[in-house]
Nanobody, 124 residues
Framework: QVLLVESGGGLVQDGGSLRLSCAAS????????MGWFRQAPGKEREFVAA????????YYADSVKGRFTISRNNGKSTVYLQMNSLKPKDTGVYSC?????????????????WGQGTQVTVSS
């Protein structure tokens, strides 16, 4: 069983930045592609970004391209999401997810493990 714990959420003003972290335990981190999803109030959860197990490949939702950067440190079993130029529409609960790399799904279509989420609020 893999445990994912997010941190780094909070309240930030329009145009500000935040860095989210997700620490994994209980499994071999390099066996997983990792990703971030978010859910705004009253909306479906949506894909934000993903990174391959090696870190060589990254994928982003069109809405965050050029503003968000996903990265990982396999030695620390941690994945990060650097969020710059934040907008009110980025508000939501951000969750990290782990998907076995053999599934080879760039946008994490069937994650195997989820974190509990961290709240990000962008004020206008």
């Amino acid at each position: 069983q893999v445990l994912l714990v997010e941190s780094g959420g909070g309240l930030v003003q329009d145009g500000g930045s935040l860095r989210l972290s997700c620490a994994a335990s209980g499994g071999t981190f390099s066996r997983f592609d990792m990703g971030w999803f978010r859910q705004a109030p009253g909306k479906e959860r949506e894909f934000v970004a993903a990174i391959s197990w090696s870190g060589d490949s990254t994928y982003y939702a069109d809405s965050v391209k050029g503003r968000f950067t996903i990265s990982r440190n396999n030695g620390k079993s941690t994945v990060y999401l650097q969020m710059n130029s934040l907008k009110p529409k980025d508000t939501g609960v951000y969750s990290c997810a782990a998907q076995y790399r053999f599934k080879e799904s760039a946008t994490m279509s069937t994650p195997d493990y989820w974190g509990q989420g961290t709240q990000v609020t962008v004020s206008s």
